[in-house]
């Protein structure tokens, strides 16, 4: 069964838009993490944001923001003033523990496309 | 750039063939673990490396199997090679204090691999 889901498979806007990406995850564990990555086209997964679950502090770093609410078990994550290099697919992922810390599990990805 | 090299970029092998596929972790990193990412998907985990020792295995044939080396680089061999193994494979390395430790991955480019 998917663990992380990811519905939104693409969003285009416009630049200086703000774009906010969807995952649903589902575990059983009380303790986890949950991560954002993005991947460019040249393919490198490039690390953007970890939240373990004790943690539903929302914050705000530059140009991204996530929404992270256990009662939905979602977490949501959002680019501020989008700019052209933003484009990219997005994989939300979890790690559940304490046997699968090192395995993450992604969601589908979200292609976001930022035209000028 | 997060330091982690992966080599050959791109490969081509025919069905049937053996391929082995090569990862230097970022420096200080002890831990490395293998994705294998089909075209429009997200990165399904193969099995992580935890001090030269397998650390994990996701759903994959014995047919996938690794080496982990004193320098904490690591190898990828995949024998027998079908034509659903032609992905993208990824490495990531992270620094753990123990085995299946829950630090953040950080990836290195991929090696696409096609088999025809």
């Known amino acids: 069964a998917q663990k992380v889901t990811q519905a939104q498979t693409e969003i285009s806007v416009v630049e200086k838009e703000d774009v906010t990406l969807d995952c649903v995850y589902e575990?059983?564990?009380?303790?986890?993490?949950l991560f954002w990555y993005k991947q460019p086209p040249s393919g490198e997964l490039v690390f953007l944001i970890r939240?373990?679950?004790?943690?539903?502090q929302n914050e705000i770093s530059g140009r991204y923001s996530w929404n992270f609410q256990k009662s939905t078990s979602s977490f949501n994550f959002t680019i501020t003033a989008s700019q052209v290099v933003d484009s990219a697919v997005y994989f939300c992922?979890?790690?559940?523990?304490?046997?699968?810390?090192?395995?993450?599990?992604f969601g589908a990805g979200t292609q976001v496309v930022v035209t000028p | 750039e997060t330091g982690v090299t992966q080599s050959p970029t791109h490969l081509i092998k025919t069905r049937g063939q053996q391929v082995t596929l090569r990862c230097s972790s970022q420096?200080?990193?002890?831990?490395v673990s293998w994705y294998q990412q089909a075209l429009g998907q997200g990165p399904q985990f193969i099995f992580q490396?935890?001090?030269?020792?397998?650390?994990g295995r996701g759903n994959f044939p014995p047919r996938f199997s690794g080496l982990q080396f004193p320098n904490y680089s690591s190898e990828l061999n995949v024998n027998a090679l079908e034509l659903d193994d032609s992905a993208l494979y990824l490495c990531?390395?992270?620094?753990?204090?123990?085995?299946?430790?829950?630090?953040?991955?950080?990836f290195g480019p991929g090696t696409r691999l096609l088999v025809l």
């Open positions: 990531a390395s992270s620094l753990a204090r123990l085995a299946g430790g829950k630090e953040t991955q950080y």
């Open positions: 575990t059983r564990d009380t303790t986890y993490y």
């Open positions: 939240r373990n679950s004790f943690d539903e």
């Open positions: 992922a979890l790690s559940e523990g304490p046997r699968s810390w090192g395995k993450l599990q």
């Open positions: 420096s200080g990193h002890n831990t």
């Open positions: 490396y935890y001090r030269e020792e397998e650390n």
